[in-house]
């Protein structure tokens, strides 16, 4: 008799990459494989080259290829569209969705001093960071976390910064916490949709492989927020921040939209009995893209949706 094979994990390589996948690869007795993408090799602006799109395809291609039988991804880099064949399996539970500023000195978003520059890769982070501090300067840096925040302080002139902006969830993954100067919460600086959340992907029809490893709540909350990605017809480089919850049985969810010059934002807010809705999270994200775009998002920021 055959002994069964083992389960191949495709990921990144990158230490953060490979730091998630190996937590869901101990989970399910798999084996780590690394996939290198488009996105690894080059320098250019990430926003540039389409977005954190560009590493999903590489991953995406060697799970219809059957070189891999599962992949990981961060959800927040996802496109928002359906990938033929393929499917998301599991969501687990969600980690801390902020961002953190990490600057020199204990530094924090009040006290950094007029012209600083603060290091981002994101369209959403600089239109916030421009909207709070217009006198910062805002650097586009690419890179992991160690090199970005190997930057900070920096002696060389050309590369120093005094602070960037990172995921919580990522710093907490890599054991860097220690970097962090401030928790930038929720409430006044919101982050991209499924931020702090996982998205494990199988071929269609093989979801069994993974769907021990759903967490119903964060699955829901991060469709949520993805859905106004999508109704929006936004790319997961677009300056929108969103964030979803449940709380006794109440599903909520809000959204902001930004000028990429941080001169303007609209937000729109709504919630529901989860138990009351066939799909709370699809009607909650078009609940939320109605009103903004009725409010005029499409003329503040590079948005495709229309009323």
Not at 87 to 109: H, K, N, S
Not at 141 to 158: F, K, M, Q, Y
Not at 206 to 229: F, M, N, Q, W, Y
Not at 290 to 296: C, K
């Amino acid at each position: 008799m055959t002994a069964p094979r083992e389960l191949r994990l495709g990921t990144r390589g990158s230490a953060l990459a490979l730091a998630q996948s190996r937590a869901i690869a101990d989970q399910l007795g798999a084996e780590v494989v690394v996939i290198e993408s488009e996105g690894d090799r080059s320098t250019e602006s990430l926003a540039l080259m389409g977005g954190t799109g560009v590493f999903v395809t590489a991953l995406r291609t060697a799970l219809l290829n059957n070189e891999v039988d599962v992949i990981v991804h961060s959800f927040k880099d996802l496109p928002t569209a359906p990938a033929e064949g393929l499917a998301i399996a599991a969501v687990p539970p969600r980690v801390d969705a902020r961002d953190a500023l990490c600057a020199r000195d204990g530094l924090t978003l009040d006290t950094l001093p007029e012209g600083a520059r603060v290091g981002t890769g994101s369209p959403r982070r600089r239109a916030q960071l421009a909207a709070r501090r217009p006198d910062l300067e805002v650097v586009d840096i690419r890179g992991n976390v160690d090199s970005r925040l190997s930057r900070v302080g920096s002696a060389d002139p050309e590369r120093a910064l005094d602070a960037v902006v990172l995921a919580v969830a990522g710093l907490d993954r890599l054991g860097r916490t220690d970097a962090i100067s401030q928790h930038l919460e929720l409430a006044w600086w919101p982050t991209a949709p499924a931020q702090g959340a996982l998205a494990v992907e199988t071929r269609a029809g093989e979801t069994s492989i993974a769907a021990k490893l759903d967490h119903r709540p964060s699955h829901v909350a991060a469709e949520a927020e993805r859905g106004v990605l999508a109704r929006l017809e936004a790319g997961c480089s677009a300056p929108i921040a969103a964030t979803a919850f449940l709380e006794d049985g109440m599903m909520f969810l809000t959204a902001r939209v930004y000028a990429l010059d941080g001169s303007a934002q609209l937000t729109a807010s709504h919630a529901l009995y989860a138990a009351d809705s066939k799909d709370p999270a699809g009607e909650l994200s078009t609940r939320v893209a109605t009103e903004l775009l009725d409010a005029g998002a499409a003329d503040l920021a590079p948005l495709k949706g229309s009323a």
